[in-house]
Nanobody, 126 residues
Framework: QVQLVESGGGLVQAGGSLRLSCATSGRTFSSYVMGWFRQAPGKEREFVASISWSAGSTYYRTSVKGRFTISRDNAKNTVYLQMNSLSPEDTALYYC???????????????????WGQGTQVTVSS
């Protein structure tokens, strides 16, 4: 079992930055592919970014490329999402997710992930 706890959300003006963190506990963090997803009111949960167990590979949705950066610190059992140049369209509840994998394969479907955090709210004002 893996427990995930997100933090770092908040209210920020358009153009600002936030850094989300996801602290994990349970099984070996370094054996998991980690992902960030988000869900706005009335919309489906959507993929934001994922990172391989070794941090050698990352994958982003098109709309956040060049603005968001996913990273991980396996020594601290933590994954991060640095978000820059935020816009009101980025407003959502952001979730951290984990899937056991040491193959290097990256995933973007919510159905591919086994463990989820409770989410942290990000609100971007115009």
């Amino acid at each position: 079992q893996v427990q995930l706890v997100e933090s770092g959300g908040g209210l920020v003006q358009a153009g600002g930055s936030l850094r989300l963190s996801c602290a994990t506990s349970g099984r070996t963090f370094s054996s998991y592919v980690m992902g960030w997803f988000r869900q706005a009111p009335g919309k489906e949960r959507e993929f934001v970014a994922s990172i391989s167990w070794s941090a050698g590979s990352t994958y982003y949705r098109t709309s956040v490329k060049g603005r968001f950066t996913i990273s991980r610190d396996n020594a601290k059992n933590t994954v991060y999402l640095q978000m820059n140049s935020l816009s009101p369209e980025d407003t959502a509840l952001y979730y951290c997710a984990a899937r056991y994998s040491n193959s290097g394969t990256l995933y973007s479907s919510p159905r591919s992930f086994d463990y989820w955090g409770q989410g942290t709210q990000v609100t971007v004002s115009s």
